[in-house]
Structure formats: structure tokens, C-alpha cells
């Protein structure tokens, strides 16, 4: 059996509503976890709400409510994005829960009676954007680095954690665990602070500046920390001290947080524990920014990306998909709408979903839309290496899943997915269906795709799983039936033959990239035309070459996203390429008597020497080849 797993977002701040980096940090934790599912693990996915401190006071004050009536708003937006996002939390906790307000109560009990909690006057730099005290060199400019302003002098009577006594202990802790603290980058960023003596943690506030905050339990005029209050959540949450869930997740969680809030889970959280007598949590894994206009997006800053209008615009599977294999965890990312679009057009639309479409296509058309009976012998004759290639491919999204390296989780598969297309144009199955004799290897053509198809259905579930649910209905599977399962993808041949496939359905629409809208036909009557060119006079227009030609071979140029190349009958044979392939796959347009241009200079495209030129009309996502509507001998001139 395998071991559980445990993984939490940061419990986030409701002093405004959730941007682009909340998105990614909760999207992040859904796709391990139902990575984490189909390894058959037992998963708690905890995420939730940070509720108390100076921020929230000043917020609430801005919108003239109380801090309560504020949280539960703000709360309630971020509780509203996870279900818009389609995440499936087990927990979704808030600070001001009376639950985590007693586990706060006992640590801090436990901590106090211990001898490592004291009373002393302090002076020193807070920036109440970050609600902590800053020492010089923590400081750029003399301003704080996040939110760019002069901390203010602050001399007062607190509490304060002797956090300095375990200095030696963390770092110990971290030489002696290289990935507890990953990726590397972040592990050594904060050796680098411990290389500098630690001070201890002032982890209370007066109630003459601060009420709204969890009361000492040993000292009613003061409220805690905020964050010895918040990092508490991840044990609060599943039960601590002698809850179930607390006894079979704890040894097994993983935190993800964003590199602003590095320090607190780096250093606060783990001597926090140690101080408990709580064993340590099992990995921090930390992340960059999005940057926006080349500077980390930020509340403070006013550049802030709303994750739902952009869900909404380009669609929720696209949004996931696009934020995974655009950041390489741990380092910093520059969201533009351009590059999410370019993104849905290449990998989405095009590469997944014309294969998709295609072979689907390809069943119904030679099949009725039932999956093939095949002869074994036959189908692993022309597998063509696809089931070692779907093997391999698995080991690779497994490994990287594991490493938090999404994005080399998703080019495996899009690699597979590459390979899948290069088997449909080597196969030819529009050349296997016009011989009687070719059936047989028909059928187990279509097969071998229509399996390839489902183990990408599979690889894709944790990014993408309503794409991944769309896909495994078009194949004649029960999405319920956990076939994301990875022992259940490795093993090639799980469709099942006479199988009914309904009809496909488009996976992605191509977006607009110079509109930035999504195309539809709706739309295409108010777009505005391209202006006329200038005219010509009959003898400059006698001097085109047009011919009616057949087609009668076509298929789709490596590596080229828009190219097919074509043979056709102009009376004597020539190749040429043209930009159809996003609308047109090779069989489709094989047996079509197309309008070219006979006489235009030849052009190398692709390593490949075009000789004419095949008239199409292009209008948004449809492309129409120009035809004539009665047989006529290939190589005719049009008068």
C-alpha cells in the first residue's frame, strides 16, 4: 500500500481579493494531489484563509465594515475561486475557526510553560504591510523589499519566542535533509540567513495597538503574532494533537508557498515545531513570481492579474494548463495573454486537438465510430514502438511529477502526443482504407491511436481534467472509473473492441491572437475585412496561370504546425505546399479538384520545393480550398 501524502497551500490574506499568484499556488497543490491519486495514495489537500492582524483592521476600516463581517467576505471570494477552479480541497480552514483557535491556545501553552516564550521592551523597524520587524539588512534601500516603503520605529513591551536558541539545530537539520527545503535555490537562500545570527521572534501585539487577533493564553492584554498564529493551520486543520488524520498525514506533508513568505515556513515554522515537540513537516516546496510589466505582481503595486476573468475568457483546462507549463517551479514567470494564447493555438488546439479530432474522425469514418476488432499479431506489428513510447513517456511524467517539475510532466507528454502524430501520417490510414486488402491493418492502426489517445487522456487528468473526462467519453470509457490510474495506463490494449464512440467534439477553439478574443461565427460578420488591392489590368491578370489540378496524395510536413504537402495532377505531376493543415487533414483533401496557381516561381518551404499555389479562403477558424463544382480534366486553364 502506498504511503499517504499530505499537501497544503498557504493559508492566504483576505486583506484583498485573490490574484493570479493565490490561483497558482492552490492550482499547483490540485495537480499533485490528483497526481498523488493516481499513484492510489491516500491524499488530505488542506488550503484556506489567514484572518487576523493589522492589515485586516486597516482593510475592513477602508470598506467601513467590521473586521468579522470583512473576513467572511474576502474569505468566502477565495473559497468561491477554488470551486471556479475546480479545485478539490479536503479542508478548507479558517483562523478564525474556534478549532485552530484552541490549538494556537495549547502550543503557545506548551511553548510558554517550557521556558522558551519571555517579556521584554523592543525597538525596532516594522513595516505593517508585512506585519514584522525588519532588521537593517533585511532592507533594500532602507525600504522594505515587497512593498517598497520605510519601515517605521516601534518601541514597545512584547513577548518573544527564544527562536535564536535553535539556530544550530535548523541548520544541522537542513544539511542533513538536501531536498527538505526545494528546489535547491531556496534551501540555500535561507542557509544564507542563518549564516548571520538569528534573533529571537517577538510573537505578540498589545491590545492597545491590535485587538483582532487570538489572545495569549498566559496574557489577556496581548493577541499573537499573526504568524505564529496562521503557520499553525497545517496541524490545527487534521486534528493535532490526537487526531486520526493529524497521526496518518502529518509524517507525510508537503507545504507549497510563493518565495515572498519563504522566511516564515523556512525558519518560524520548523523551530516552531521543534520547540513543540512536533516532528518537522517533510518538504517546503517554494515557487517564484508572476511577473507582470517586468515586476512581481502585487496587491500593494496595483498590477494585479484576475484569475476568473481570465478562466473565463480562454476557458478553465486552457487557464490550468497554460500556468503549469509556462512556470518552471521555483522560478519567477511573465504572464501575458499573448503568450497564454499562442500556447491554446499550438499545444491545445492544434497538437492535441487535431489529433484528437482526427482519429476520432478516422473511426467513424472507416468504422462506423466503433472501436476495431484487431488481431494481436497485427497490432503489435504496427505499433510502431507507441506502447514503449507510452512507457517511457509515463516514467518521465511520473519522475518529474514527483520533483515538482511540471513542465517537463507536460513536454513528455506533448512529445508523445508529437509521436502520435508522426504514427498517423507514417500509417496513412487513408491509404490502408482504399484496399480491401489493407483492412486488417486498418483496423489496427485505429486501435493503436485510439490507445494512445487514452493513456494521454490519463497524463493529462491532473492539469487538465475536464479535457481529460471530454476525451476518455469520446472513447468509450466511464471517466469514473478511474482510468487515470497509472498501473492501469502502463498496460497497452485496455480499450475495449466494438466499443460505440460518440461523435468527437472540438477540444479547443483557436483564439484570435491580434484580437484576443476566441473565435466563433458569431462574431465573423462584424469583423472588418482587409482592404482591397490595387487593380491590375487584363493583361496583367492574363498573366496568372490558373489550372484545375487533382489532388492526389497529401500529407503533413514535420514539425510544421500549418503545412501539408500535396501532389497534384496539373496533367503532369508537381508538389506543393500549402498552409491547410489546421483545417484540412491529408485525407480530407485527397480526390479534391483545388484551383492552383500554375506559373508561380517555385519556393523551397520546409526543405521541400514548391511549385505553385493552392487558392483557399481564410475566415477566422474555417478555411474553405477553392473547388469547382463539376468533374474537369486535370491540367485545364480557368478562362
Excluded at 493516481?38 to 489567514?50: N, S
Excluded at 507582470?292 to 494585479?304: F, T
Excluded at 478574443?517 to 482591397?532: D, F, G, K, M, T
Aim: hydrophobic residues 40%; glycine residues 6%; contains cysteine.
Amino acid at each position: 500500500m502506498s504511503e499517504p501524502f499530505y499537501i497544503t497551500t498557504p493559508i492566504y490574506y483576505v486583506n484583498a481579493r485573490p490574484h493570479l499568484g493565490h490561483a497558482y499556488s492552490t492550482i499547483v497543490a490540485d495537480v499533485v494531489c490528483r497526481y498523488n491519486l493516481m499513484r492510489d495514495r491516500a491524499t488530505f489537500f488542506l488550503t484556506g484563509t489567514d484572518e487576523h492582524g493589522d492589515k485586516i483592521v486597516r482593510a475592513a476600516k477602508n470598506e467601513n465594515l467590521s473586521p468579522k463581517v470583512y473576513v467572511d467576505k474576502i474569505s468566502g471570494l477565495f473559497k468561491d475561486l477554488c470551486t471556479e477552479l475546480r479545485i478539490r480541497y479536503d479542508h478548507f480552514i479558517r483562523t478564525t475557526d474556534p478549532a485552530h483557535i484552541a490549538v494556537v491556545k495549547h502550543i503557545l501553552r506548551k511553548i510558554y510553560d517550557s521556558g522558551e516564550i519571555y517579556f521584554s521592551e523592543y525597538e525596532g523597524l516594522y513595516c505593517f504591510g508585512c506585519e514584522r520587524f525588519y532588521t537593517d539588512r533585511e532592507l533594500v534601500e532602507g525600504r522594505c523589499p515587497d512593498h517598497k516603503t520605510e519601515p517605521e520605529v516601534i518601541k514597545e513591551s512584547n513577548y518573544f519566542f527564544k527562536m535564536s536558541r535553535y539556530q544550530g539545530w535548523l541548520i544541522d537539520h537542513i544539511n542533513n535533509n538536501p531536498d527538505f527545503i526545494r528546489p535547491e535555490r531556496y534551501r540555500n537562500e535561507v542557509l544564507s540567513f542563518l549564516s548571520e545570527p538569528l534573533e529571537d521572534l517577538c510573537i505578540s501585539r498589545p491590545k492597545t495597538r491590535l485587538e483582532w487577533g487570538i489572545s495569549l493564553p498566559f496574557d489577556d492584554n496581548y493577541v499573537t503574532y499573526v504568524w505564529f498564529d496562521a503557520l499553525i493551520n497545517y496541524i490545527s486543520a487534521i486534528g493535532y494533537p490526537d487526531g486520526e488524520l493529524f497521526k496518518k498525514f502529518w509524517p507525510h506533508v508537503n507545504h507549497i508557498v510563493a518565495k515572498d513568505i519563504l522566511k516564515p515556513h523556512g525558519i518560524y515554522w520548523p523551530i516552531m515545531l521543534k520547540a513543540a515537540g512536533i516532528p518537522v513537516y517533510k518538504h517546503l516546496n517554494v515557487h517564484g513570481y508572476w511577473n507582470v510589466d517586468q515586476g512581481k505582481m502585487s496587491k500593494s503595486l496595483g498590477n494585479v492579474i484576475e484569475p476568473l476573468q481570465i478562466k473565463n475568457k480562454y476557458g478553465l483546462d486552457a487557464f490550468r494548463f497554460f500556468i503549469m507549463r509556462d512556470m518552471v517551479f521555483g522560478l519567477d514567470s511573465s504572464f501575458s495573454e499573448e503568450s497564454m494564447v499562442q500556447r491554446i493555438n499550438s499545444d491545445l488546439a492544434n497538437d492535441l486537438g487535431n489529433l484528437f479530432s482526427r482519429v476520432l474522425a478516422m473511426a467513424h469514418k472507416y468504422f462506423s465510430g466503433e472501436i476495431p476488432e484487431v488481431d494481436p499479431v497485427l497490432e503489435q506489428e504496427l505499433q510502431l514502438g507507441l506502447e514503449s513510447n507510452a512507457i517511457k513517456t509515463i516514467d518521465k511524467f511520473e519522475s518529474a511529477m514527483e520533483n515538482f517539475e511540471f513542465h517537463k510532466a507536460l513536454i513528455a507528454i506533448w512529445e508523445f502526443i508529437s509521436r502520435m502524430n508522426k504514427y498517423v501520417d507514417t500509417t496513412a490510414p487513408w491509404e490502408l482504407a482504399k484496399k480491401k486488402s489493407s483492412i486488417k491493418q486498418l483496423e489496427a492502426v485505429i486501435y493503436n491511436l485510439l490507445e494512445g489517445l487514452r493513456v494521454i487522456s490519463g497524463l493529462i487528468y491532473p492539469v487538465m481534467p475536464d479535457t481529460s473526462a471530454a476525451m476518455q467519453k469520446h472513447l468509450g470509457m466511464n471517466p469514473n472509473e478511474n482510468y487515470y490510474n497509472l498501473e492501469i495506463l502502463k498496460k497497452w490494449g485496455a480499450i475495449k473492441s466494438g466499443t460505440k464512440l460518440p461523435k468527437s467534439v472540438t477540444l479547443f477553439t483557436r483564439v484570435d491572437l491580434k484580437k484576443n478574443v476566441l473565435y466563433s461565427r458569431e462574431n465573423a460578420s462584424e469583423q472588418i475585412l482587409p482592404a482591397l488591392k490595387p487593380e491590375i489590368s487584363l493583361e496583367e491578370f492574363n498573366n496568372i496561370d490558373l489550372r484545375i489540378a487533382t489532388v492526389v496524395h497529401a500529407e503533413v510536413i514535420p514539425r510544421a504546425k500549418k503545412l501539408l504537402k500535396i501532389e497534384v495532377d496539373l496533367g503532369k505531376k508537381r508538389t506543393i505546399v500549402a498552409g491547410i493543415s489546421e483545417c484540412y487533414a491529408p485525407e480530407d483533401i485527397i480526390g479534391k479538384q483545388v484551383i492552383v496557381v500554375a506559373n508561380l516561381k517555385p519556393a523551397k518551404i520546409m526543405g521541400i520545393l514548391s511549385k505553385g499555389m493552392l487558392l483557399a479562403a481564410f475566415d477566422d477558424n474555417i478555411c474553405a480550398v477553392g473547388t469547382v463544382d463539376k468533374k474537369i480534366k486535370s491540367g485545364n486553364p480557368l478562362n
